[in-house]
């Protein structure tokens, strides 16, 4: 049984309210919208799909996996930054892992140098002593609930189906975290390439929102 203290804990990490400013990025998402690639709850949940099987979720997902086993972090910081593919998405990954260590680190005590987000959470969380998967599993949400949101306001959707396209994705989530907790760093890549291109769109955008 995981501790339930444990749970809390990365809980109140991973929520919308702690200090990453997380609602600040959309992942290239702004940027799909306005193009009309993304505009009902069935396409945002298709796209998310993508993003999270193909794209950075399966990305992140290793990374946060390796770094629970006790990978070193700066190795996997620099691998994280070779495998961005774009400015604006190494700058989401590496100015939301700052944020969350300077709140982590205020909070227990540690002092761990800056790292991309899935990183961050990695280092952050292993004496936590949570299962692997469920630490991933909570991450991939809290990625997925963010780009959610985004998508709520920016589509617009309601709310309701904002919370039912979370839902829809939480077997994919699931399997994507079991895969990540067995898999070797060898097995990193990704394939998301209109998620990829939307983030270099994103760049050129004359009006936008989003940082990202």
Known sequence: MADPAALLTLGQWLSPAFPVGGFAYSHGLEWAISAGLIRDAASAQAWLEGVLAEGAGRVEAILLAQALRGADGADLAALAEALAPSRERWQEAAEQGAAFLRATNALTGTDWPEMP????????????????????????????????????????????????????????????????????????????????????????????????
């Open 117 to 212: 987000l899935a990183v961050a959470v990695g280092v952050a969380a292993r004496p936590l002593g949570l299962p692997p998967e469920t630490v991933i599993a909570f991450y991939l949400q809290a990625f997925a609930g963010n780009l959610v949101q985004a998508a709520v306001r920016f589509v617009p959707l309601g709310q309701t189906e904002g919370q039912a396209v979370i839902a829809a994705l939480r077997p994919l989530i699931l399997r994507l975290a079991e895969a990540a907790a067995r898999a070797g760093i060898d097995e990193i890549g990704s394939g998301a390439l209109a998620s990829d291109m939307a983030a270099l769109h994103h760049e050129t955008m004359d009006v936008r929102i989003f940082r990202t």
